[in-house]
């Protein structure tokens, strides 16, 4: 029998192909036979072949039923190796030697003791690139610890099993409490972490910060997800708290640039910005008091117009006419 037209054109070495099949199926979707089949350029038989001799090798490839089937690559009781292009070998070690340092306690050993075992098998080209990071790069130390590891990972399960939680919490004043709330999401913040919850103790929502959490028990009991006050992402409502100031004052300014560029330059804590058209924003500031307002307003790197409230113009008046006497002062030693 004559060998088949597309299998001559495909991959010929049996081990190349069983790689670049892996590589396939790491790209988290269903695959049929004939889609791999084509994709490699032998037969379907030759791909199922394949697939036995990956699933000989440790690697847990589950078959669909029925006339389109398909396969995937699914979870097992081990991890078998795992095949990683340059650029995702080099982000990966990039990111456990960022770990390293990192805002969470517990994980620097590991992430050291991963990171050598990742630089190991890195080709020498790859290899060369990542030590060189390491030894052009380092971290400013930071005195305060990041919340526990294990912690963190406690809380992301139950955020995502909607499941009640009851934790101790110390506040940055007043006593200690015991919580029983319904956690939503984790925020990263700056060298923080947050979590978003509604409290029902007290029927409202709050941000707790992580590293003041303590002897959290996960109580099973489950219930629907709640949505935060006015559809807010979790991001925008932990940068609107950590935003609020002692004033209740909120500024409206609109920025004359796009809004990707504007969100380059607006911090979140500052507000939030909406588009109005293609090249101008608007931004609702989080409340504080005018004086503090008016300074992180001047403070903006983009042209923008201030809509109000009229309690801010007097201290942006003073800004800038502060600003203009150190130029004149400048100015009068230079003639």
């Known amino acids: 029998m004559s060998a088949d037209p597309v299998a001559t054109r495909g991959v010929r070495d049996p081990a190349a192909r069983l790689l670049q099949l892996l590589s396939l199926l790491q790209a988290s979707r269903d695959w049929t036979g004939v889609e791999l089949a084509e994709r490699l350029g032998v037969t379907p038989r030759t791909i199922r072949r394949d697939i036995d001799h990956l699933r000989e090798l440790g690697y847990p490839v589950e078959a669909g039923q029925g006339n389109i089937g398909g396969y995937r690559l699914v979870a097992g009781t081990a991890m078998p190796p795992l095949l990683l292009d340059d650029d995702e070998a080099v982000a990966i070690a990039i990111s456990l030697r960022t770990a390293s340092t990192a805002t969470v306690s517990g994980i620097e050993e590991t992430s050291l003791r991963a ?6 098998v890195l080709p020498s080209r790859l290899r060369h690139r990542v030590r060189c990071l390491a030894q052009a790069a380092t971290a400013v130390p930071h005195p305060v610890a990041g919340p526990d590891a294990d912690l963190l990972a406690a809380l992301a399960a139950a955020c995502v099993a909607h499941e009640k939680i009851r934790f101790s919490y110390a506040p940055g004043r007043g006593e200690p409490s015991r919580r029983l709330a319904e956690p939503v999401r984790l925020v990263a913040a700056g060298r923080r972490w947050y979590l978003v919850a509604y409290d029902l103790d007290r029927g409202d929502w709050r941000t707790f910060r992580v590293d003041r959490i303590d002897a959290l028990h996960r109580t099973g009991s489950r219930v629907p997800e709640r949505a935060l006050p006015d559809g807010q992402d979790a991001a925008t409502y ?3 708290v950590l935003g609020a100031g002692p004033g209740s004052c909120r500024a409206e300014v609109i920025v004359h640039a796009p809004i990707e560029r504007a969100a380059e330059g607006v911090p979140a ?21 005018p004086e503090y307002l008016a300074f992180r307003i001047a403070a903006l790197r983009l042209d923008y117009t201030l809509v109000g409230p009229p309690e801010i113009v007097p201290h942006l008046r003073r800004i800038a006419e502060r600003a203009l006497g150190a130029i004149e002062a400048v100015r009068g030693q230079d003639r």
Do not use: I
Request: with cysteine; net charge negative.
């Open 115 to 120: 990171l050598a075992k990742l630089e190991q």
């Open 269 to 289: 804590s500052l507000g939030v910005l909406e588009q109005l058209d293609e090249h101008s924003c608007r931004l609702r500031t989080a409340p504080d008091t």
């Open 238 to 240: 932990v940068a609107g």
